[in-house]
Structure formats: C-alpha cells, structure tokens
C-alpha cells in the first residue's frame, strides 16, 4: 500500500497510521523470530514519514505497544533493554504516552528473562506507572499483569508476583485495596510455577484471605471458586502422593465454608489422583466423578465444560502402571461411552487423544486392537476434533501399516479441514 501510494497518490489509498498498526499487531502475534526486527523497521519508517510532514501515520501509544509485545514475544536476550528504551521514547512523546499495557508488556518481558534478577525493576515500573496514570492502575492491572507473568514460563514469576503484592502492602507510594481477584492471580502463579512449595503456597494465601475476610470482615478478599480451584489445581501439579488427598479435603472445606465447588473444582480434584502413582488412582478419579454428578446439574455440566472431567478420569486410566490394569482399561471405555452417547456432552481432541493413549498403553497389541484404532479414529475424523495432539497419539498406538492405511496423505500439519473442523483452540 505504502509503495502504491508512493508511486501513483492520486489513484492508492493513503497508508494511515491504524493501517501499520495492523501490520504491527500481525508481527507482534506471529512466531517468526524475525518479528522484532521487522516491527522496528515499521516504526522507524512510520517515525521518519511522520518526521517529513505526514502526520497521518505518525505513531501513537497502540503502535509502541505492538512494537513493544513484538520484543516481549521474542527471545533475544536484549528485548527487556530495547523494551525499556522505547518506554522512554513513549515518555518524552506527549500523544504517545505508556498506557496499563505498555506497563504490563514491559513487567511481563523483564520476567521473562531475567527472572528475580529484575525485581527492583519491576517494582519501579509499578510505582511509575501508577505516579503517571494511577486511574488505570486498579486491581484488574495486576491481576492481568500477574497472568502475563505466568505466561512468561520464568520459574520466578510467582515470587516476583509475591514481592509485587507485599510492596503494594506496605509502600505508601500506591494506595490501592487488594481484592480477591489479585490474590487468584498470584495463586494461579504459584499453581504454574512448577516449584515444589507451591501448593504449600497457594494453601497460605488462600488461609490469610479467608482469615482476613472473617476475622476483618474484608468482603474484598473473600475467597471464592476460583481461589479454591486454583489451590487444588496447585496441588494437581504437585506430583504428590498425597495430592488426591489434599484435593478432597479442600473441596469439603470450601463446602463447610460456603463456596460451591463446580465443574472445573471437581476437574481439578480428579487431576489430583490422576497424576499421582497410587495404584487405586483411576478408581478414586471415577469416585470424585460420580461426586461431582451428584451436586451438579446436567445444564451445569454442559455449560462448564464438563468433558475435561472425563477426560481427565481416562487420563488417570491412561497412566495405571500399578494395580489392576484391566479395571482402568474398563473404566476408560466406559467413560469414552458416556461422554459418546451423552445428549449434553460432547468429545472433544483431548477426549480422543486421551482415549487413543489409553488403548497404547492398556491394551496388548492384536487385530481387536487395530479394528478398535480405526473406529475411534473414524469417529474423531466424524466428529471433526482431529487435532495434532490426537495425530500424534494415534501414530503411538498404531503400526506403521494401519496409520499410513487411516491418514492417507494427510500430516499432523496437513490434516484435511472437514477432519478438524470443531478443533477449539486452547488457552
């Protein structure tokens, strides 16, 4: 567009400056290692055009910050020094300003590669921010700031999330109320963390909420569903032997304390046996099941997305290597029938995927269990959920002869579209 209008302006559309920030969007969300580098080479074009007098594309605060989340969705080590650069440019600039994303971005990158490292960084990036637009320096700031920050994958984020939460306690430069949905977000911190007091974490945050909540009457840190999920879903990561345990005895405790669990609760619970090593995990997976079934309704279920329970019950199955193994065999295909013939319930690729490690790891290999790969791979390319993940998992359970029998020409990354139609994306 920009080189058309360059050639002939009378008969091109004129690039403004919401057209390169598309272009910029594009980079900043594109996987391509190049992404940086081509979104300072559009910034520096769109500054140098606006420097000669064309004011339609001169940047404004939406444009830093793609080039900004271009440079925080790389990997060079030099993206948090670049990052904080074009933060200094944005201040000297009047119309183009750090906004709550040009913060949030900056935070979540220095997190990314630097860990704790940049801890007093990041908390001068805090009280700057909130010296220079306290009004969009709210709870909804850090609670999405702490969910960047887990998305990072540093190890740290959660401990750094921490310290940011202890600062905003004590510093007298932020006056801000913490609410619950703060806290949630730093637990879901701790839950993806990976380190090994996480749990142990989690639970303390959540006893100080409700504690503060009941002995202060602090309605704005009671806890709530997903504060509880997420201590459960802590422990599901955990690997530790006790963690069904602990998933329960959670579960009856927000119960006695007022909060209902639901569907993800339930799911989170089942997660906690089914990544265990008992013998008797699949059995206490179907039994938390049948729990949840018992105080959630089916318009609940169907709502909540209440296949990932079931999924999760066959992932338990899938990964038996202790007990009775032909008892979770049976009790995989008897949840992949109930999800199948269920009016409110669908499979999903989860579903198939996991169904299909099922039959590789429990099942002996023989032509019943050929005929029962082809079926259930049939009905996943029927149900239009042949993702990846399922692409793989068949390849594992079948021979060389029958996978390339089913798929064809097809590829994991060819895969016909009709095959993939209801694949949902996963956040």
């Known amino acids: 567009m920009h080189e058309n209008y360059k050639s002939d302006p009378t008969n091109s559309v004129k690039p403004n400056t919401l057209?390169?920030?598309?272009?910029?969007?594009?980079?900043?969300?594109?996987?391509?290692?190049?992404?940086?580098?081509?979104?300072?080479?559009?910034?520096?074009?769109?500054?140098?055009?606006?420097?000669?007098?064309?004011?339609?594309?001169?940047?404004?605060?939406?444009?830093?910050?793609?080039?900004?989340?271009?440079?925080?969705?790389?990997?060079?080590?030099?993206?948090?020094?670049?990052?904080?650069?074009?933060?200094?440019?944005?201040?000297?600039?009047?119309?183009?300003?750090?906004?709550?994303?040009?913060?949030?971005?900056?935070?979540?990158?220095l997190v990314k590669q630097r860990g704790s490292e940049a801890t007093n960084s990041i908390l001068d990036l805090v009280h700057e921010a909130y010296e220079s637009i306290p009004w969009q320096i709210d709870n909804q700031f850090f609670a999405s700031l702490f969910y960047l920050m887990c998305k990072?994958?540093?190890?740290?984020?959660?401990?750094?999330?921490?310290?940011?939460?202890?600062?905003?306690?004590?510093?007298?430069?932020?006056?801000?109320?913490?609410?619950?949905?703060?806290?949630?977000?730093?637990?879901?911190?701790?839950?993806?963390?990976?380190?090994?007091?996480?749990?142990?974490?989690?639970?303390?945050?959540?006893?100080?909420?409700?504690?503060?909540?009941?002995?202060?009457?602090?309605?704005?840190?009671?806890?709530?569903?997903?504060?509880f999920t997420s201590v459960i879903d802590a422990w599901a990561k955990s690997h530790d032997p006790h963690a069904g345990e602990k998933g329960e005895e959670w579960i009856d405790r927000m119960i006695k304390w007022g909060v209902a669990p639901n569907v993800l609760t339930y799911t989170a619970a089942i997660q906690c046996y089914g990544r265990s090593n008992r013998a008797d995990k699949t059995f206490r997976a179907v039994q938390m099941l049948k729990r949840m079934k018992e105080v959630i309704d089916s318009t609940e279920r169907a709502e909540q997305g209440v296949v990932g329970a079931y999924n999760a019950v066959m992932n338990a199955a899938e990964f038996t290597t202790k007990g009775n193994l032909e008892e979770a065999f049976r009790v995989a295909c008897l949840m992949f029938d109930e999800v199948r013939s269920s009016d409110d319930i669908a499979p999903d690729d989860v579903t198939y995927g996991t169904f299909m490690g099922v039959i590789s790891e429990l099942m002996p290999s023989s032509e019943l269990r050929n005929e029962m790969i082809a079926l259930v791979f049939k009905r996943c390319c029927s149900d239009g959920q042949l993702s990846p993940v399922v692409v793989k998992k068949f390849q594992e359970a079948s021979d060389r002869e029958l996978y390339l029998e089913l798929m064809g020409e097809a590829r994991a990354h060819s895969i016909p579209p009709s095959w993939k139609r209801n694949v949902k994306a996963k956040q």
């Open 152 to 227: 990072s994958n540093n190890q740290a984020a959660a401990s750094v999330a921490e310290t940011i939460v202890d600062d905003l306690k004590t510093t007298t430069l932020i006056d801000i109320d913490l609410e619950t949905r703060v806290y949630n977000s730093l637990i879901n911190c701790w839950s993806k963390s990976g380190e090994r007091m996480a749990p142990t974490r989690a639970e303390e945050i959540l006893q100080a909420m409700y504690e503060d909540y009941k002995n202060n009457n602090n309605e704005l840190v009671k806890p709530n569903v997903a504060t």
């Open 19 to 109: 057209c390169f920030n598309e272009v910029l969007y594009a980079w900043a969300k594109s996987s391509d290692r190049a992404s940086a580098g081509r979104a300072e080479m559009i910034l520096q074009l769109m500054e140098d055009m606006a420097a000669a007098g064309n004011v339609d594309v001169k940047p404004e605060t939406r444009t830093y910050n793609f080039v900004l989340l271009a440079w925080a969705n790389s990997d060079p080590q030099e993206s948090p020094d670049r990052i904080m650069d074009i933060l200094e440019l944005m201040k000297e600039d009047e119309t183009a300003k750090p906004n709550a994303s040009s913060y949030k971005t900056a935070i979540a990158a």
